[in-house]
């Protein structure tokens, strides 16, 4: 996927006021719209204009983008860093397959899960529902807490530069909350008009990566080392879990590799996940004398060949 430079595109400085932009998407709509433009690229050019007005028009999308396209170049291999989005809150809903499909797979990319909402028509208007990925910790989900969160709302100052203000919000995070559940905090949204109640705020929950587990849906991944007796005679072994500490019974004969699934001990949801852990077993090091002739007696009393299937 090629990164686009929507500045570029527009032939507009990253600077820009939000007229300025205005002014320069008339000008090459003018330019190269296939009614009035006799270029044989007038309709794919007619479409990148479209899509960089579309982001730059738009105060929440400019300021994602713009914290997103600093250092890249047009045209570049590009792929966005894994939750660039995270703390960026927006207004309205996403569009539509038939919109996205109208621009490119960049586009699409980022913002094919952002939009604006459509105005109704009433006297007495809800205020628009707003948007927001948040980062959790996994220990967060196994007991509950309570967070505050900051997030960023992008609005055009008095010179239409676009500006990002921060704002704090304190959330409980309920207990079994899994990857992908939208938390909804009530009132939290847009304001509403002559005096509608304002929209809500929905909170896209996804956990940080964690240094010993691993995530799917709602089961969890963790490896369990082993000691090679432990393994090849079979234990009882404590492991430590986001709740607390848990005993395993480790069958005898175990590999690396071989998988035990502890039913229900994943994500706590109503249907809750399972926690599965990979055996790795770890051979401890021969750094004393005595060491050594442990091993050197294992070479001579077991006469084991693990390369013995495949014929050598």
């Given at each position: 996927m090629e990164f686009k430079d929507y500045y570029k595109t527009l032939g507009v400085s990253r600077d820009a006021s939000a007229e300025e932009i205005k002014k320069a998407f008339r000008r090459l709509a003018r330019k190269y719209h296939p009614d009035v433009s006799k270029a044989v690229d007038a309709e794919q050019k007619m479409k990148e204009v479209n899509e960089a007005h579309t982001v730059l028009s738009d105060p929440e999308k400019r300021a994602a983008y713009d914290q997103l396209g600093q250092g890249y170049q047009a045209g570049k291999e590009f792929r966005p860093p894994p939750d660039w989005n995270t703390g960026f809150e927006f207004s309205g809903r996403e569009f539509s397959g038939a919109q996205t499909g109208n621009?490119?797979?960049?586009?699409?990319?980022?913002?094919?899960?952002?939009?604006?909402?459509t105005s109704h028509s009433h006297h007495r208007t809800r205020g628009e529902d707003h948007h927001a990925k948040i980062m959790l910790d996994l220990e967060d989900?196994?007991?509950?807490?309570?967070?505050?969160?900051?997030?960023?709302?992008?609005?055009?100052d008095d010179k239409g530069q676009i500006k990002l203000a921060e704002h704090k919000i304190n959330v409980r995070i309920p207990k079994g909350v899994h990857e992908g559940q939208v938390i909804r905090l009530a009132g939290q949204g847009g304001?509403?008009?002559?005096?509608?109640?304002?929209?809500?705020?929905?909170?896209?929950?996804?956990?940080?990566p964690h240094a010993r587990y691993r995530v799917e849906k709602k089961d969890v991944y963790a490896t369990l080392p082993l000691s090679p007796w432990e393994a090849t005679l079979g234990a009882t072994v404590k492991f430590p879990v986001p709740d607390g500490l848990i005993e395993v019974r480790i069958p005898e004969g175990s590999q690396t590799g071989r998988k035990l699934r502890l039913k229900g001990r994943g994500i706590p949801a109503t249907s809750p996940g399972d926690l599965y852990l990979v055996l790795e077993v770890v051979l401890p090091p021969a750094t004393t004398p005595k060491a050594k002739e442990i091993y050197q007696m294992m070479a001579r009393e077991l006469a084991f060949n693990p390369r013995e299937k495949m014929g050598v």
């Open positions: 621009f490119s797979d960049f586009f699409s990319e980022l913002f094919g899960h952002m939009g604006k909402q989900t196994y007991r509950g807490a309570s967070r505050s969160l900051t997030l960023r709302a992008p609005h055009v304001p509403g008009m002559a005096g509608a109640s304002a929209g809500d705020l929905f909170l896209e929950v996804h956990f940080n």
